[in-house]
T-cell receptor, first 115, second 111 residues
């Protein structure tokens, strides 16, 4: 049973560029959340997708957008990249009402470096 | 506002107990979690506690919650070198909703 998979694992972009990160949830999960983890910090909630709609959003600018597909996989898009967007981007999947208190299963993340 | 704070570092000897502390500000927190992150890996849920509980024990792990002081702690008994990792405290107001994480406590276990 594959867990949460993310791609790419590492990427380097320059300021002003755009990036797309991808996530496949754990089998049987229908909810995907994205988190940004800057170096030495805890993860910060970006947004959550359920039934192909953004259900909840954290305090991130509109440059951060996402999408969920009918197969529950998800993309995170970041436009007009800034140096401060350099971070580990974590995807987590869950199924409401199942598991331990709606337990989130995290992928290993995509490490984005903006030069 | 929502804020979760932890001390940044803890160093213990193998076989000792480790206690990692966390404070949070959101009084509507319903679920409180402890996650573990090893180098190059994602976060792994270790344990959780509901806000209407004050203690939970799970093998070597004991979670204590003081809701009045908004203080959460994780005790690891008989700490092993394999327990070396970063431990995150997190809270959520609703099941499966967004998590608010602390900045993490780096636990170093020396043989």
């Amino acid at each position: 049973d594959a867990g949460v998979t993310q791609s790419p694992t590492h990427l380097i972009k320059t300021r002003g560029q755009q990036v797309t990160l991808r996530c496949s949830p754990k089998s049987g999960h229908d909810t995907v959340s994205w988190y940004q983890q800057a170096l030495g910090q805890g993860p910060q909630f970006i947004f959550q997708y359920y039934e192909e709609e953004e259900r909840q959003r954290g305090n991130f600018p509109d440059r951060f957008s996402g999408h969920q597909f009918p197969n529950y996989s998800s993309e995170l898009n970041v436009n007009a990249l800034l140096l401060g967007d350099s971070a580990l981007y974590l995807c987590a999947s869950s199924t409401p009402g199942q598991g331990i208190a709606g337990e989130l299963f995290f992928g290993e993340g995509s490490r984005l470096t903006v030069l | 506002g929502e804020d979760v704070e932890q001390s940044l570092f803890l160093s213990v000897r193998e076989g000792d107990s480790s206690v990692i502390n966390c404070t949070y500000t959101d009084s509507s927190s319903t679920y409180l979690y402890w996650y573990k992150q090893e180098p190059g890996a994602g976060l792994q849920l270790l344990t959780y506690i509901f806000s209407n509980m004050d203690m939970k024990q799970d093998q070597r792990l004991t979670v204590l919650l003081n809701k009045k002081d908004k203080h959460l702690s994780l005790r690891i008994a008989d700490t092993q070198t394999g327990d070396s990792a970063i431990y995150f405290c997190a809270e959520s107001a609703n099941q499966g909703g967004k998590l608010i994480f602390g900045q993490g406590t780096e636990l170093s276990v020396k043989p």
